[in-house]
């Protein structure tokens, strides 16, 4: 960052902190102006702020990353598109019964629906997920945002501090202002983010006809190559051939995320649970002057989000064709430097550092060399013959391949039909990798290769490092490289060190910013996604102490709390989430997790299948007996977690296999938990019934009266989400 830079970054944040702080001034003494902003919210308010406390680092980082692998492209807009739909159902369905009953939290409605017992069960599930997941993810993906502009300490240090940092801002912030300080930041930070991201993908567009390697891009070549068309191509050509290649909202069937199956039913479960139940979202409009001004500003919300894709996703895929050689030193100097210093501590001869090294297919694919030297290594080890690993990764049978065929054949495709993307023909069928239905690539065969390798491996390695062990209380290991006459520190070597990965994918974003975005405008995209990061930390901090401390703390440690207890409660709640937050965070930085936004929607399963069925059940089943509400929180983290360690224990089944099409995709593990406990609470409604529905609390100050003009504007939004798609497909 260059000086202006800095002076605009720190003028922007000044002023949208004064503004947040001036609005919300003598509001935040009761617990209603604190935690829900006097229930005073208008719809530009809701609507921007919905979008700002959703659009964060999560968006901007995770989903702009999972954009950039190849693997995924633009079918993680799903989440967006399906959310326009989403909120527009929330807004007709959900909101007037939540107004009505003039409730502050989601799991209060729990407690005149189903009992107190529910309303403890989903505070604690929710509490429990914010710290642990959501505020420790987006605490992580802001640090990770800042890293390419503040570099203090080395690699993963610079992570730790950056955390500490953007969580302690986050809360410092909701502690003084409370909700409406959040929202009318939120209105700031929410038009200056989409529009710092139309820029972006503006500036990505116009070097994507031009690359300059001065920029630290790709080189002009190259980027044709990745492209498939020729130097001269012209805009129009490059992006037609991001479509084709990354741009199709339906995966195949096979894809172990988010597979076309993932949305009839799956998908659905995250996005209602989250845009209609998450406390920290529902907060926005559980504050609003009035049913018509929430549901305006959720209208509002949903044709933004039909944006959003086009500000964050195609910015991502754009930012791996550019700049993939810098993902790729990303990853080199951050995931895999542990692992890179021991392979080469053992290649140097130092037996002390062997270790069982894996890697995805992508590293393969750029580092072939040192990727089979790993093999062969794994291979040697065993003392296996390399030619029926290689041959079960492409899916033959060995007893097909002529016995002429060697182990360079099969890894090189050098001889026998070859076709154009390099895999070789001997049996007439094309190669196809069922995760992204093209043709496998020899990255993709060696990683697959080698992980076979090495489960044969792995037993001699650990048992060779064991006798080391055994030996003496101290292996010797490599040294750490020093500029002193200080005695250097030995390396902590791994027997199995982190996979090692070809690109840092998540940092396709902040690479734009700080490589593409000129000087000045850096400064105020860094201000609008830094902003939009400390609003959605303290949406999400400023929703946990509000579930602690009017679920938990004024409904079971002091039920006589006044107002200014309550709200001092909420904000010693918000200290314990920076801390817990800022710790946690460093450790998402870990390449099993499939990336910052997957493990985020992923581990939300254990708990959103579970409160958006006993929620349709309570809205829409009046005889549903209270019980079922404990029943379906139990059972969600009890069969989603069963179903999660069942895929995780049969990850190396066929991919198309009937099993592994049903259980591989998360949302699909969502949508049978939901399936699942449906079913027993229907059981149970047509079993043990109740004599009669239960009546909900009625807000006599809330003005409950749709909005018309609302209405329209849903039908508009739900036909141009399904234009997208068909545009799309």
């Avoid at 209602?272 to 920290?280: D, I, S, V």
């Amino acid at each position: 960052m260059e000086p202006i830079d800095i002076i605009v970054f720190v003028v922007f944040a000044l002023a949208v902190v004064g503004i947040g702080l001036f609005k919300s001034r003598g509001e935040k003494d009761t617990a209603e102006d604190y935690f829900l902003a006097g229930r005073g919210l208008t719809w530009p308010l809701i609507g921007i702020s919905l979008i700002a406390a959703n659009i964060s680092a999560e968006q901007m980082v995770g989903m702009s990353g999972q954009a950039a692998n190849g693997e995924m492209g633009l079918a993680i807009a799903s989440y967006e598109w399906m959310a326009a739909i989403t909120l527009i159902i929330v807004g007709f369905t959900f909101l007037p019964t939540f107004l009505k009953a003039g409730i502050y939290t989601i799991p209060q409605f729990l407690d005149y629906r189903y009992g107190a017992t529910a309303r403890t069960v989903m505070s604690i599930l929710m509490f429990i997920t914010f710290v642990l997941v959501n505020i420790s993810t987006v605490t992580y993906l802001g640090a990770k945002f800042l890293d390419p502009f503040i570099n203090v300490l080395d690699g993963a240090g610079d992570i730790v501090l950056l955390s500490w940092i953007v969580a302690v801002i986050a809360g410092v912030y909701i502690v003084v202002g409370g909700l409406k300080a959040s929202a009318w930041a939120d209105l700031i930070q929410g038009t200056a983010l989409v529009l710092g991201g139309a820029v972006v993908a503006w500036m990505a567009t116009q070097a994507l006809g031009d690359p300059d390697p001065a920029k630290g891009m790709n080189s002009p070549e190259q980027v044709a190559q990745m492209l498939g068309v020729s130097q001269d191509a012209s805009i129009g050509e490059r992006l037609s051939s991001l479509k084709e290649d990354h741009m199709s909202m339906f995966l195949p069937s096979t894809h172990n995320t988010l597979a076309w199956t993932t949305l009839l039913v799956g998908l659905w479960i995250p996005n209602l649970y989250y845009w209609g139940l998450n406390q920290y979202i529902v907060q926005r409009t559980l504050g609003a002057k009035s049913l018509k001004e929430g549901q305006k500003g959720i209208v509002f919300a949903a044709a933004l989000k039909l944006v959003i894709p086009f500000v964050v996703c195609v910015p991502g895929i754009m930012a791996f064709t550019l700049y993939s050689g810098q993902m790729a030193a990303k990853a080199d100097d951050d995931s895999n430097k542990d692992a890179l210093v021991q392979l080469d501590a053992m290649q140097s001869g130092d037996a002390t550092a062997m270790g069982v090294f894996l890697y995805d297919d992508d590293f393969a694919s750029r580092s072939p060399d040192v990727a089979r030297q790993i093999f062969e290594y794994h291979v040697s080890v065993a003392k296996a013959d390399p030619r029926p690993l290689i041959a079960d990764a492409l899916g033959w049978d060995i007893d097909v391949v002529p016995s002429d065929v060697t182990t360079d054949d099969l890894l090189n495709a050098a001889t026998y039909e070859l076709r154009e993307d390099g895999t070789l023909d001997i049996d007439g069928k094309l190669i196809i990798d069922p995760q992204d239905a093209k043709p496998r690539s020899e990255g993709e065969v060696l990683a697959a290769a080698n992980d076979a390798a090495a489960d044969l491996a792995r037993p001699l390695i650990l048992a060779t490092l064991a006798e080391f062990d055994g030996a003496s209380t101290q292996r010797p290991g490599d040294v750490t490289e020093t500029d002193s006459d200080e005695e250097a520190e030995p390396v902590e070597f791994k027997a199995e060190p982190d996979r090692l990965v070809g690109f840092d994918h998540d940092d396709a974003f902040p690479v734009l910013v700080a490589r593409l975005v000129p000087v000045g405008f850096k400064g105020f995209v860094i201000a609008a996604v830094m902003g939009a990061v400390v609003s959605s930390l303290a949406s999400m901090m400023n929703a946990a102490s509000t579930l602690f401390t009017m679920d938990l703390y004024n409904k079971f440690i002091k039920k006589d709390a006044t107002q200014k207890q309550l709200v001092w409660t909420g904000r010693l709640i918000v200290v314990v989430s920076v801390v817990i937050g800022a710790i946690v965070a460093p450790f998402i930085n870990n390449p099993a997790l499939k990336g910052a936004f997957t493990f985020i929607q992923e581990f939300q399963g254990f708990i959103s299948p579970g409160i958006l069925t006993i929620f349709l059940f309570g809205l829409f089943v009046p005889k549903t007996p209270r019980i079922g509400g404990v029943i379906g929180l139990v059972m969600s983290p009890v069969i989603y977690g069963a179903l999660f360690f069942l895929e995780k224990s049969t990850a190396s089944m066929d991919p198309g296999s009937l099993f592994r099409i049903v259980v591989a995709p998360f949302p699909n593990r969502m949508g049978i938990t939901l399936i699942a406990i449906s079913l027993v609470l229907g059981v149970l409604t047509v079993v043990k019934p109740l004599k009669e529905p239960l009546k909900l609390p009625d807000n006599p100050d809330m003005d409950t009266k749709g909005s018309s003009p609302a209405k329209i504007g849903g039908i508009i939004v739900v036909v141009l989400t399904v234009a997208l798609y068909a545009v799309f497909a």
